[in-house]
Nanobody, 123 residues
Framework: QVQLVESGGGLVQAGDSLRLACTASGRTLTTYAMGWFRQAPGKEREFVAAISSKGGTYYADSVKGRFTTSRDNAKNTVYLQMNSLRPEDTAVYYC?????????????????WGQGTQVTVSS
């Protein structure tokens, strides 16, 4: 069993930056793909970014060039650096993991989920 805990959310102004962290326990995640998703009120959960076990990354078009995901396997932690934040980035952000070599993009492809952290961007 894998437990994921996100941290780093908060209230910021448009143009600011935040870094989210997701720390895993219960299992070493060196062979797991790690994903970031977000869910705004009244909307479905959507893919944001992901990083494979080998360090390859993939981003949604809406965050490409502004968000960067990375992982520190020694700390069993994955990060989401969010720059140039916009009001439309406001959502609950979730990290997820799954034992996969490739990068899954679908919510249903991930086996484990964190509880989420709120990110609010004011205009």
């Amino acid at each position: 069993q894998v437990q994921l805990v996100e941290s780093g959310g908060g209230l910021v102004q448009a143009g600011d930056s935040l870094r989210l962290a997701c720390t895993a326990s219960g299992r070493t995640l060196t062979t797991y793909a790690m994903g970031w998703f977000r869910q705004a009120p009244g909307k479905e959960r959507e893919f944001v970014a992901a990083i494979s076990s080998k360090g390859g990354t993939y981003y949604a078009d809406s965050v490409k060039g502004r968000f960067t995901t990375s992982r520190d396997n020694a700390k069993n932690t994955v990060y989401l650096q969010m720059n140039s934040l916009r009001p439309e980035d406001t959502a609950v952000y979730y990290c997820a993991s799954t034992p996969a070599l490739l990068i899954p993009l679908r919510v249903s492809a991930y086996a484990y989920w964190g509880q989420g952290t709120q990110v609010t961007v004011s205009s």
